[in-house]
């Protein structure tokens, strides 16, 4: 235990909800982004899987939809320390897109409308563990928290869960995203309260 | 861990804290620090705020406009505006005194930061408790002696929620172009009736696009929303526009 600080008590939010350590509950649904909120029209979007022999798999927004929609419902851990629970959002595993790409990779960076990247290990956005979101609760997902798509893996600090995005790159070397390269963690678990550099 | 050296009033609910941090590393503006806040019987709870000092460095001047905000080493200050049922923020603005002792983990975030080696012109554009780290910022390019070209503008409800306002009246008759704007009431024979910035302002009191500026934008997310869009209009760099969002937070 730290320090006490006199005359704090604090407001006990929730304290039966078994959370992240150091996160709390929110109901609300904040936004977090390090510039404008890129605009993209959907006739001009494209999502790229390019592998780390540089091969192209290319879809657009109807072949996007044309891919099984998964529904899912999720916690949200924000390395702010916010949490919120029990979030719904339609899009596509990534498990499906990534049928049918060869690659030999261990690592993936994904790049966003605006220019945000993000890096995690490719085996982190396989087996379910993540999508590509295009509802949130129902509604088409809207630009301030990353549409028309995001990608969302929930399991991971929020900030891996790079808004807008448009592409993902494999690599054989791991590469720090943007964060990743100003002082945040580079994996961030929430359970294991990986902030920042050093945690 | 820190301790409160100094509360000193900066409006009817904010409150600059005066922090010693022994072991400070030193910092640059617009970074933040995390503050952890820790009850009797263990309970926890940390929050982000804004650096609002800058840390002297060999040469920086200790008078003149701001010099009282030049810290040593090992202090910082933050000024914290409280928010509806915020734990830790109501607590710092109204309950925090000398002496109290806390915990600080910092200096934290590298992106909505200037540093003296940039000498592009700087667009400031700050609602609310967003003007903290454009504060840092204009008092560090005082104490770096930087001749970076810097313009303010700041959008806050009413008059007696201007946040600095001695300071920056100072800074502006030292020559900070700086712009304020009211949202909600203007003082009597305002200029401008009380709303929020809109492409015109942005027209009249900022620096145009093709002096690509870096703009620096932070208050609550429907403010920096709107007023990002509208630089985007504009003709702004995205690349040139550095955004920090509050909101949804307590």
Aim: charged residues 20%; negative net charge; hydrophobic residues 40%.
């Amino acid at each position: 235990m730290g320090i006490v600080t006199p005359g704090f008590t604090g407001r006990r939010r929730d304290s039966s909800t078994d959370l992240p350590p150091g996160q709390y509950l929110t109901r609300d649904f904040p936004v977090l982004s390090a510039g404008p909120t890129p605009k993209v029209a959907l006739d001009k979007w494209e999502f790229t899987i390019t592998n780390e022999t540089g091969d192209v798999h290319r879809w657009d927004w109807a072949a996007l939809h044309a891919l099984p929609t998964r529904q899912v419902t999720v916690d949200l851990h924000c390395v702010t320390r916010w949490s919120k629970l029990s979030t719904t959002w339609e899009g596509v595993a990534l498990d499906d897109l990534f049928e049918g790409i060869e690659t030999a990779a261990d690592y993936a960076s994904v790049l966003s409308y605006g220019g945000y990247t993000t890096n995690l290990p490719l085996e982190d956005l396989l087996d379910g563990q993540a999508w590509i979101a295009y509802t949130y609760e129902g509604d088409d997902l809207a630009p301030e928290h990353g549409g028309p798509a995001r990608l969302l893996v929930p399991h991971l600090y929020l900030w891996k869960s790079a808004k807008w995005v448009r592409g993902i790159t494999l690599t054989l070397q791991d590469q720090p995203g943007f964060w990743e390269s100003l002082g945040y963690h580079n994996y961030g678990d929430p359970w294991r309260e990986q902030r920042y550099w050093g945690d | 861990m820190a301790a409160v050296s100094e509360v000193r009033v900066e409006t009817a609910t904010a409150r600059t804290l005066v922090l010693d941090v022994p072991g400070w590393p030193g910092h640059d503006a617009g970074q933040h620090v995390d503050v952890r806040l820790t009850a009797p019987d263990g309970y926890t709870a940390v929050r982000s705020y804004s650096i609002a000092s800058v840390v002297a460095e060999h040469g920086a001047p200790t008078v003149g406009p701001g010099a009282s905000t030049i810290t040593d080493g090992d202090r910082i200050e933050i000024t914290v505006e409280p928010v509806v049922d915020g734990e830790v923020s109501s607590y710092l603005a109204g309950v925090a005194a000398a002496g109290d002792e806390l915990e600080v983990r910092g200096p934290i975030g590298g992106w909505f930061a200037w540093r003296p080696a940039q000498t592009e012109p700087v667009q400031l554009i700050g609602g609310g408790s967003g003007v903290v780290p454009l504060m840092a910022m204009v008092r560090a390019r005082t104490a770096a002696a930087s001749s970076a070209p810097f313009r303010l503008l700041y959008s806050t409800r009413r008059p007696q929620s201007v946040i600095y306002r001695s300071e920056l009246e100072r800074r502006a008759a030292d020559g900070l172009p700086f712009t304020l704007v009211y949202t909600r009431s203007a003082p009597p024979g305002w200029a401008r009736p009380p709303g929020r910035i809109d492409a015109a302002l942005l027209a009249a009191t900022t620096f145009a696009p093709d002096e690509a500026p870096t703009c620096y934008v932070c208050g609550p997310t429907p403010f920096v929303e709107a007023v990002a869009d509208q630089l985007l209009a504009a003709g702004h760099d995205p690349g040139r526009v550095r955004t920090e969002r509050f909101g949804g937070q307590s």
